[in-house]
């Protein structure tokens, strides 16, 4: 359909580092910009007004996808492009889209690949290569709380797929340091943990830890990940305690909360040997 119009629509949390890139790579082609913030203290809204006037407030949550759904009941376009805010649109990409969506396709949605940059390495060979649909019809697009999984075609979609290049993918620039990795994997883990403890799911199995995360491993080896030298090795091995940490949560969360008190009667019983319980003369307790 000659003329359809197509609506990009970002996530940012303090992303003033990434957000210029980001817009810059769909300004010029896009309808309709949206930028879903969420009550960002850096210099991100102020960076995001100069490429659209349609920055919509959210709540910081968790599960942030959710704040997609924001952007989703705002959009005005026939089609929607959800792409995050350290990721950008190749201009062979860009041509590529506006091709497709104005020629009407027979295909609700679309997967992109993505071309990950990982420790300032293109990583070649890993599962990240190559994505997952970003691009839909707006009516057949279903936002979920599943976090790295928010978006997903309605039941019956048909999708399109782009040949495996990388002059026709989001590039993804992510994973800065090792810090980096460690805070993103222990924030990601706990939300992931919450959800699946919110959906009833019990402890974990020992096996099924040990399983999931030895997995990891042996999709390294088979994709020959060493290829993409120490970021490859450093990305299989984060994969690895991803998924052990993603499960040992799963126990943890649920205990976590009763240890203040065991803590303290481990404590007093292991005080009750001095004079007094170690307390000062005259006093019973040093919680009033």
Excluded at 27 to 43: F, G, P, Q, Y
Excluded at 57 to 65: C, N
Excluded at 80 to 105: G, N, Y
Excluded at 222 to 251: E, I, N, P, S, V
């Amino acid at each position: 359909m000659a003329g359809a119009r197509i609506t990009g629509a970002v996530l940012t949390m303090n992303e003033e580092a990434n957000i210029e890139f980001c817009l810059r790579s769909l300004h010029s082609w896009c309808d309709e910009l949206i930028v879903v913030d969420m009550h960002s203290t850096d210099r991100t809204r102020e960076i995001a007004r100069h490429y659209t006037d349609k920055i919509l407030d959210h709540e910081p949550i968790r599960d942030f996808g959710l704040a997609r759904q924001l952007a989703l009941d705002s959009c005005t376009a026939d089609w929607f492009l959800s792409i995050d805010a350290d990721e950008i649109v190749t201009p062979q990409l860009a041509d590529w889209i506006r091709a497709f969506i104005d020629s009407d396709p027979p295909y609700e949605a679309a997967l992109i690949p993505r071309a990950n940059v990982f420790l300032g390495r293109w990583l070649r060979s890993t599962p990240w290569w190559p994505g997952k649909p970003r691009l839909f019809r707006r009516d057949w697009l279903i936002v979920t709380a599943e976090l790295h999984r928010s978006l997903v075609a309605k039941p019956g979609a048909r999708v399109a797929r782009l040949p495996k290049r990388p002059e026709v993918s989001l590039w993804h620039f992510t994973r800065l340091s090792l810090e980096d990795i460690a805070t993103k994997t222990n924030r990601y883990t706990t939300i992931e943990a919450m959800t699946e403890l919110s959906e009833g799911r019990g402890d974990p199995n020992v096996l099924g830890i040990f399983w999931r995360s030895f997995r990891e491993l042996l999709v390294y080896g088979a994709k020959r990940g060493y290829r993409d030298g120490l970021g490859g090795l450093a990305y299989a091995l984060d994969r690895a305690y991803y998924r052990f940490l993603l499960q040992a949560k799963r126990w943890d969360i649920p205990r976590a909360a009763t240890r203040r008190a065991r803590y303290d009667r481990w404590r007093e019983r292991i005080l009750d040997d001095f004079p007094n319980a170690g307390r000062p003369a005259g006093r019973d307790s040093s919680r009033d």
